[in-house]
């Protein structure tokens, strides 16, 4: 019994020494699969970082407008949402004190290359009330990477409610903008 299992492991030793690793031709079919399959997924990465990108910046204006409303009633000051070229491809969205001396957010094109931002308020400034935190306009911004579904942040007056809305319809996980 011991002999046989002693010639057993002789064998393997012997013969294993022809089965190791992958011959070069079945190396070469698994990069070319695995290169076809990376190419396909590409584009669904794109649209994926893409919406991303809409998402963070909804999320980034909205922070920085609920920021202005609740620093209006702590300061007991007027506070300021200034846009500063809508419609070009650098833009920016700046928080600051009524007398302009302190800056409290912005949000730029810096970190959002590629979106298309509009304003839909009446003028470039939005004023934050210092007693209620209410805005002194109704509107938004409303912004897009181009060719794509358009994404709103929106002010109401009556309420100071601020929140998000997919202009054309539900897009992005928003709900269509009422």
């Not at 702590?74 to 500063?84: A, K, P």
Request: glycine letters at 8%; proline letters at 2%.
């Amino acid at each position: 019994m011991a002999r046989e299992i002693i010639t057993h492991f002789h064998y393997i030793h012997h013969h294993g020494d022809s089965q190791r690793g992958f011959t070069l031709l079945e190396l070469v079919f698994t990069v070319v699969i695995m290169g076809i399959l990376i190419a396909m997924a590409a584009p669904s990465f794109n649209g994926l970082i893409e919406s991303n990108k809409v998402k963070r910046l909804a999320t980034e204006i909205e922070w920085l407008l609920v920021q202005a409303k609740s620093e209006a009633v702590m300061r007991g000051d007027n506070i300021q949402v200034v846009i500063d070229d809508a419609g070009t491809p650098t833009w920016s969205i700046i928080s600051r004190t009524t007398s302009g001396a302190v800056t409290l957010a912005e949000v730029s094109s810096d970190n959002f290359s590629n979106i298309e931002l509009e304003t839909t308020f009446r003028t470039g400034m939005v004023t934050f009330n210092k007693l209620n935190g209410k805005p002194n306009l109704a509107g938004g911004y409303q912004f897009n990477i181009p060719t794509k579904d358009k994404v709103k942040v929106t002010v109401n007056t009556m309420t100071g409610r601020i929140y998000s809305c997919g202009v054309d319809g539900a897009v992005y996980g928003y709900k269509e903008c009422y």
